[in-house]
């Protein structure tokens, strides 16, 4: 057995070769004649010249081995469903939804829009797009039309894929009426929207635009839809997410290098075999739905487990009955569930039989050690912390047990993931620090491996600007955030560097929230900031300045505005972004040439040192949030 050292000094030494193998562990209709062509830095392009499909990977080369097994478990505490579907269903599914977006005009290339709570028919639009070679743009079903019609102006999608209505804690929320608005507010015009009435809340039909997907389903039942081949370059999806300005960055993602990395993943960090489960708890609008619901596990050859639900409903044991019964031998969720299930009935982890499962991976968010400890404990398992980002698609640093079982720290995802020449730069600098201890902004050495953003969608600009810009003097990917780095290598994150905060383990720019609540009638300013919450990681906090200070003149006042411009969030944005207060101010701190000073006001509510303050236009501001948040 080779050491992780030697795996990952072969990954980026002998770069070709080691991806190379990885490569035969996906099928390829035409081989590639290139590994890696890094002739336009920062642009990577992967197994150039080679022909695959991910659905293929994904679904149709498992049906002839294991067409009867497992592959699509749908489990809903909400609605009380529990669907299972085999290789050779979700295949028969899959092309049946393929047929109906062909009728409905889609063409390789073409984008389609996914708007969907976790169902099952939402895998079945993400890989019946990837079949035909048109892009998916997943947009997560928490958002609200104003976050909806940006993502369409952007992706501009010929179809848009939608539901009636998702669900949570018991409670139905309707999708058609904040996309029907999202619409209207957008200026590109879909052609068509394909509806599934799952029947929890009726809805309006524009005729000639809208479609039900049940009759079309039932007319293209025999469906058979072959697999577009499409180059290794060929995009297979964008993905929104949200960066330093408001406006929401689309990730594109390649096929054939994406396909390989989440092979590879899925052997050396995830543990999975061909024929097991794999349960992510994830949701399919962020990024770890994309590569740990529905293409890592199905590629592996796993079963996946799509849960729509609650973790703590109908009790907090849900999730471990779901081990338990399916088998489950890898997991996948968030240090905030964790978190959520930490404050419930403890013997809720005793009720089940959790032994089939190698380990509980968790990421998105820091890791803290009171929280890791706990689960170690509880489940009496493995707990493997991974760091990545939206733009890779997968871990960046982590342990890969796969590999060589190396000890695991609290408070460190890990090392380096095999493919990744992660450095730590000096931000004003650019110099690298080698030292331990030393902190610096976590840096990825060109190329990015395989399965790694290509560029932002329809603006390679934006994608060198933004990430390959930011270090002076070097061109060099920045990840944003900051870290330190170990005696032993092991890397800790310390927190973004940028204006991106993290709510619950869900990635919100500031600027948007900030945009959203400045377009309240008597809001002339405010600045949105990330607070350290033991249960959530971070909360958004708002701080405004009113053009009419009367309308919160007394306690009363305050509260009902707040509540108003809560509200404006909730509609615009959706419930996931609302700042947990909007306090009111008279003046915001700044510096003399009026940039916000976000990272002082982040600091003073979360009882820190605000720093370096000499270049502050008006120390009283300071003040203002300092008694605000003292009163809390
Ligand atoms: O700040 C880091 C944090 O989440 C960001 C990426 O979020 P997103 O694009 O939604 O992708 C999540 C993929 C799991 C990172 O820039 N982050 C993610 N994982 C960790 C983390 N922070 C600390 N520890 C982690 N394990």
Redesign the pocket.
């Known amino acids: 057995m080779t050491s992780y050292a030697e795996f990952h000094h072969r990954s980026l030494h002998d770069r070709d070769a080691f991806w190379a193998e990885q490569a035969r562990l996906v099928d390829w209709h035409k081989p590639f004649t290139q590994v890696c062509d890094h002739s336009r830095p920062p642009f990577a392009r992967w197994f150039v010249g080679g022909t695959t499909n991910l659905c293929h990977n994904a679904v149709d080369r498992h049906v002839p081995t294991r067409g009867g097994q497992n592959a699509l478990i749908f489990v809903s505490t909400e609605t009380d469903q529990e669907r299972v579907y085999s290789f050779a269903e979700l295949h028969a599914e899959v092309q049946r939804m393929a047929a109906i977006l062909r009728e409905l005009g889609v063409k390789k290339g073409d984008r389609v829009l996914v708007y969907m709570p976790m169902i099952p028919e939402a895998a079945f639009a993400m890989l019946a797009c990837v079949r035909i070679g048109a892009l998916h743009s997943v947009v997560f079903g928490g958002f609200a039309s104003v976050s909806l019609a940006s993502r369409i102006d952007d992706a501009e999608p010929l179809v848009v894929v939608s539901a009636d209505a998702g669900s949570r804690g018991g409670k139905v929320v309707p999708y058609k009426p904040l996309l029907d608005e999202a619409i209207q507010l957008s200026k590109h015009k879909p052609k068509k929207v394909l509806m599934v009435d799952r029947g929890l809340a009726p809805f309006a039909r524009t005729a000639g635009r809208d479609e039900d997907f049940a009759p079309l389903r039932e007319k293209h039942l025999a469906a058979q839809v072959p697999c577009e081949w499409v180059e290794a370059t060929h995009p297979s999806y964008t993905l929104y ?1 949200s960066g330093t300005t408001g406006k929401p960055k689309g990730v594109q993602r390649d096929t054939g290098g994406y396909a390989v990395a989440l092979a590879a993943s899925m052997k050396h960090i995830f543990l999975g075999q061909p024929g097991e489960t794999y349960f992510s708890t994830s949701d399919i609008g ?3 739905g994309h590569s740990y619901i529905v293409y890592g596990p199905l590629i592996a050859g796993m079963a996946t487990i799509m849960y729509e639900g609650l973790p703590i409903r109908p009790d907090a044991a849900i999730w471990w009955s779901l081990v338990e019964k399916y088998k489950v031998t890898s997991m996948f969720s ?2 905030t569930a964790v978190r959520v299930l930490k404050k419930q009935d403890p013997a809720a982890l005793k009720k089940h039989d959790v032994s089939s499962l190698r380990a509980l991976f ?6 803290d050690e009171p929280t890791a400890k706990w689960i170690a404990d509880a489940l009496g398992r493995p707990i493997i ?7 890779t698609g997968w ?1 960046i ?1 982590t342990i890969c047990n796969g590999v060589e079982k190396l000890p695991s720290k609290f408070g460190s ?1 890990g090392k380096p993931v095999y493919g990744y020449d992660v450095r730590l730069i000096d931000e004003n600098t650019g110099q690298e620090l080698t030292g331990a201890s030393q902190k610096g902004v976590v840096a990825i050495e060109g190329p990015l491996p395989p399965g790694c953003m290509q560029t932002v969608w329809r603006d390679d600009e934006r994608f060198v600007k933004t990430y390959w810009s930011s270090i002076p003097g070097r061109q060099i990917y920045s ?3 900051w870290g330190i780095r170990d005696d032993d290598g092991y890397l800790f ?1 310390l ?2 560097t940028d204006d ?1 905060i ?1 709510v619950a ?3 919100l720019g500031t600027r948007e929230i900030e945009e959203s609540i400045s377009s309240h009638p008597n809001v002339a300013e405010v600045a949105v900031v990330g607070v350290a919450d033991p249960l959530k990681g971070q909360v958004a906090m708002a701080f405004a300045v009113l053009k009419d200070p009367g309308q919160a003149d007394t306690p009363e006042k305050a509260l009902k505005l707040e509540g108003a411009i809560m509200k404006v969030v909730d509609e615009q944005l959706g419930a996931v972004a609302r700042p947990s207060r909007v306090r009111f101010v008279t003046v915001l701190p700044k510096t003399r040439s009026g940039k916000l000073l976000r990272r002082a006001i982040q600091a003073v509510c979360e009882g820190r040192d605000p720093g370096d303050l000499t270049t502050i236009e008006d120390p009283g501001a300071l003040q203002q949030v300092k008694d605000l948040v003292g009163a809390r």
Do not use: K, S
Request: no cysteine.
């Open positions: 997410t962020w990024v770890v968030a240090p968790l990421a998105g968010e820091p890791l912390d991974n760091y990545w980002q939206t733009e871990p640093l995802p990840t944003f955030d994150i927190g973004r991106v993290n383990g869900h990635r």
